[in-house]
Every structure is written in structure tokens, then in C-alpha cells.
């Protein structure tokens, strides 16, 4: 089911049928160095992810949702907003394949995620966290308009992350 369209991208809820494309993504090196190691490593894993992740469509309302090119119909990452142990507020998040990475798509995905939780959902604060080393991530969050609210430590992360926020 489609959540959202942004100019280049349709948003979508993960199904079954979409975890050869989860696999590929959680297994990359850009993900397990900026986001980590969710543990899925073949296809029945990533069926659990993707069980878990529509227990969150179902639980909030919201969640990471796949995100698909327009002009292709491709999966080209995930993105959305997440209700994360350790942050009182949901959280907007994303990840995309490294072939996909410099063409602006993470920018456009979280500002889409960003206004719905704001504006659709009536959420009144949303958060992101990010390595401290990522600034491609930490780059993305203030062009969406998050402000620096220093650092977080969150139970289960090894070291501090980032915390951006809209207020």
C-alpha cells in the first residue's frame, strides 16, 4: 500500500515479497557501518524484519517504508518514521542502496516523512539519531530543517549518537 509520492519516489508499506531487496539493503556495507547489524543474513530474516516492521504500520501507524523510483520501480532504500526504546518521540529514518547514495533521494524521502508525521499525523515532535561520524546523514537532517540538539546515548547503542529534533 502507497503512504506517500514525493516528486521522484512513490512510499510504500514493506510486504513478504520484498525481502530479497531488505536482505540486499541490511546486508550492505553502508548500512551495517552507519545504521548496524539487524542480524538478517537470508531471506527467512529478512521475512522477519519485514514481519516486525508491519507490527509498527499496525502498532503507531507509521514505520520505514520502501521506496520505490518513479521512473523505474525500483526499491531504492527505506524511509520513514520509527517509535525507537530510549527516544520519547518517533524517529525519521533512512537508508538507501549505495547506488542510489548522492542523488539527493534521502533528502527528499525524510523531508516527505518529515512533513506527514508533522502535518498528517499531527505528531508534535520528531527526532532523528545518526552516527556522529555520518555527515553525509548529519547533512541530510538540517537540510530537513531538524535542528543539532546534541549528543544521546541509547540503551543497547555502543557510543553516543547524534539527536536532531524539530523543536
Known sequence: MQVLATERMALSELTADDAPF???????????????DRGVRDLESAKGYIERAR?????????LWRCDL??????AGLCGLVKRDGLEHP??????LERFWGAG??????????AYGLKTLGLPVI?????????GSIAV??????????????PGHEGESSYFCTV
Do not use: H, W
Open 70 to 75: 518513479k521512473a523505474t520501480g525500483e526499491a
Open 105 to 114: 533521494l534521502a533528502t527528499e524521502a525524510a523531508a516527505a516523512c518529515l
Open 91 to 96: 524517529d525519521v529514518g533512512y537508508a538507501f
Open 22 to 36: 531488505i536482505l540486499e539493503l541490511l546486508m550492505s556495507r553502508g548500512f551495517l557501518e552507519n545504521i548496524g
Open 141 to 154: 537532517l538540517k537540510k530537513i530543517g531538524l535542528r543539532d540538539a546534541g549528543m544521546i546515548q541509547l
Open 127 to 135: 527526532v532523528a539519531i545518526t552516527t556522529p561520524a555520518n555527515a
Open 55 to 63: 507490527a509498527g504500520y499496525a502498532a503507531n501507524g507509521f514505520g
